[in-house]
């Protein structure tokens, strides 16, 4: 990483108030260059606080792009940080029209050429696309980095139609936390106390919403552009990585978007910036990357931006299995056109007798984490005792051939015979090596009840033989000569998967079924990256402690009870102390516990405890949070609590238990 200090411009930056219509301001940091020629500005607008969560991340990307010849603004949404109002909803209509309101003030200042740009991450890259879609007329260009076109089916809560108990029920929590922090003192004044009771007050779990639309209806359509990708204006520059969860969308974006507007990059990474450095790698310079694609369409440059291909992806190695790769093995290569004249759907049909598949309750506790975010333990591990519980089906590749590489979405078509009116499939996909290790390269799930869409719930028809099809997530990968190509097909995968109240599994038919892979040519392509580079840190010191952190992820058996749980450390940031003297302490702990009594054993739990300390302002305030989640054959059981002292004293304590019916989920 190479840390620039010396920029074309001089920058300066200030904290501002950005106004809404409604009288509502939004806390915003500036960053812009000295200069008294006015110039584009860049947007980037999630609720993670400016002033602390995300000012180390900040600090890497908005002065560079100042330095650079633009004006970059970092915006809290309502309701969070030191913006006014209350918290609402993610991305609901609200947020949205205060995005597009920002986007205006920007292109009104005397500063603006007139040209906005947003970009983000996740939260961030969420909104760049739902605010283009509402196609604000100063908005010309994003770059949207791990985002999705689809809120129901490629987001945090739902997979092929089941929920996901891994993040349904962790993402709700942590937002919980994180939407009970109050504003900072040190920025708001006194205001801090009333503006904290009032959000306090307004404070929902969104877990209550997001359980109560258990198919794609109206509620999930909001916000996906999916529905209607011909209402995005400005240009996308989309970006992901084979190991986050929503590197589809950049797919499908290239795909649906005008050519003449949209490009696309698909790394080895996680659910991180390309330019940060975290595993799996290699990194790239993210930042002059997009610098390009700024001056390009804000600041009309005549550079190779519409020369670049429409794809750039990464296509990886066979590689051992492990649960961290600081960089992986494989090539960069590039497709003019999606779908791409070099990927030919090859179709493999599966052989031998019906198998029953009655996957042990257990099954999936191998998967790895659902957001992968560089640490140790993300990533799957052997994936042996998961192909054990399952129908594996395995293809050679040819020992003197060339490699066997596949970049897009696999998918399966299974003739399957169900046990009970609910249930789910789940496939994998592996990379198994002469020795037997077995690496997951991808997977995919589908939910019986959604069979013949997602925005329906259908039940099985117990004893009769039917036809499931379903995509596996996208993925770049080498199968190397005398390797096999393993289809894992399980009836389980916890805690990902949260189980039907049946799960009595099913009979696979192999004569009815096939794994359709997307093979892809071997091309000789010349793709160059910059060094990756950022400007100087925040200088965020992380204390030092002698105690021994916790494991990240760990596997607990009761062998009497037959009881496995799953423990998870998320690793967001833990203790660290800012330049302007602020204390912030994070700890948190996920656990997963599911016994082989039966599905209605499953159950997740989640704490938080955050503190915000400043010793000169004698302020001193924790947020404790409990999430659970229960089960029963008719309804899902929530139960959320929230505890906030100011100086040792409570301050707000509130408790919400919720039954919400089971409809598909």
């Not at 093979?519 to 030092?544: C, N």
């Not at 924790?622 to 008719?634: L, P």
Request: with cysteine; proline share 9%.
């Amino acid at each position: 990483m190479k840390i620039r200090t010396d920029f074309p411009y001089e920058t300066r930056r200030e904290d501002v108030r950005i106004p809404l219509p409604d009288g509502t301001r939004l806390y915003a940091r500036v960053w812009r260059p000295v200069t008294d020629e006015p110039v584009p500005a860049l947007l980037e607008y999630l609720p993670y606080r400016l002033t602390d969560w995300t000012a180390p991340r900040d600090w890497q990307r908005h002065p560079w792009y100042a330095g650079h010849g633009y004006a970059s603004v970092r915006v809290d949404v309502r309701g969070h940080g030191n913006s006014d109002g209350l918290p609402g909803d993610e991305y609901d209509p609200v947020e949205l029209a205060d995005g597009v309101a920002v986007v205006h003030w920007l292109a009104e200042q005397e500063w603006c050429t007139g040209k906005v740009g947003m970009f983000g991450i996740s939260w961030g890259g969420f909104n760049s696309l739902q605010i283009a879609a509402l196609a604000p007329e100063p908005l010309k260009a994003i770059v949207t980095v791990c985002s999705t076109d689809d809120r129901y089916d490629n987001d945090v809560h739902y997979m092929g139609g089941s929920v996901l108990a891994v993040d349904m029920h962790a993402w709700a929590a942590t937002m919980l936390a994180f939407v009970c922090r109050p504003p900072d003192p040190l920025h708001v004044g006194e205001d801090w106390r009333p503006m904290w009771r009032e959000r306090l007050a307004a404070v929902k779990p969104f877990v209550h919403t997001w359980l109560a639309h258990q198919t794609r209806d109206a509620y999930w359509r909001h916000g996906s552009v999916c529905e209607d990708y011909g209402a995005i204006r400005a240009a996308v520059l989309a970006v992901g990585g084979w190991h986050d969860p929503y590197r589809d969308t950049v797919l499908r974006l290239v795909r649906h978007l005008p050519q003449d507007r949209v490009r696309g990059i698909i790394g080895p990474w996680s659910h991180q910036y390309p330019d940060r450095g975290l595993p799996p790698g290699p990194a790239i310079g993210f930042l002059q990357e997009t610098l390009r694609w700024w001056d390009h369409h804000l600041k009309d440059a005549d550079n190779d931006v519409p020369a670049q291909p429409l794809l750039r992806s990464w296509i990886s190695d066979s590689h051992p299995p492990a649960t961290v790769y600081r960089e992986l093995p494989g090539r960069w290569v590039t497709d003019p056109a999606w779908p791409s004249p070099h990927v030919t759907p090859t179709v493999y049909a599966l052989q031998g007798a019906p198998v029953l598949v009655d996957s042990p309750q257990r099954t999936g506790l191998d998967a790895g984490r659902f957001f992968p975010f560089g640490n140790d333990a993300d990533l799957p591990p052997d994936q042996r005792d998961e192909d054990a519980r399952s129908a594996c089906f395995d293809f050679p590749v040819p020992e003197d051939g060339e490699p066997l590489e596949i970049l897009g979405r696999p998918s399966v078509r299974l003739a399957l015979r169900a046990a009970a009116p609910t249930g789910q499939v789940v496939a994998r996909l592996c990379d198994v090596a002469p020795d037997g290790s077995s690496t997951l390269v991808t997977r995919g799930a589908l939910n019986f009840s959604a069979r013949y869409g997602r925005d329906r719930a259908v039940e099985a028809q117990i004893g009769e033989t039917e036809e499931y099809v379903f995509e596996l997530n996208g993925i770049g990968h080498a199968f190397a000569p005398g390797h096999r190509v393993r289809l894992a097909v399980s009836s389980a995968y916890w805690p990902w998967i949260w189980p039907q109240p049946d799960a009595a599994g099913f009979t696979l038919d192999p004569a009815g079924s096939a794994l359709t892979l997307p093979v892809r040519a071997r091309t000789e392509d010349a793709v160059h990256w910059e060094e990756p580079e950022q400007s100087a840190p925040l200088g965020v010191v992380l204390p030092r402690t002698l105690e021994e952190p916790p494991p990240e992820r760990l596997v607990v058996r009761d062998v009497a009870k037959d009881e496995w749980t799953l423990e998870v450390d998320p690793r967001y940031g833990g203790t660290r102390v800012y330049p302007d003297g602020l204390e912030f302490t994070e700890e948190a702990r996920e656990t997963y516990t599911i016994d082989e009594s039966g599905p209605l054993s499953a159950r997740t739990r989640s704490e938080w405890s955050i503190r915000l300390h400043r010793p000169d302002l004698a302020w001193d305030v924790t947020i404790d949070t409990r999430s659970e989640i229960t089960c029963d054959a008719d309804s899902f059981l929530t139960t959320d609590e929230v505890v906030c002292k100011e100086g040792g004293e409570v301050v707000f304590h509130r408790t919400w238990e919720e039954r919400i019916p089971r409809t598909a989920g």
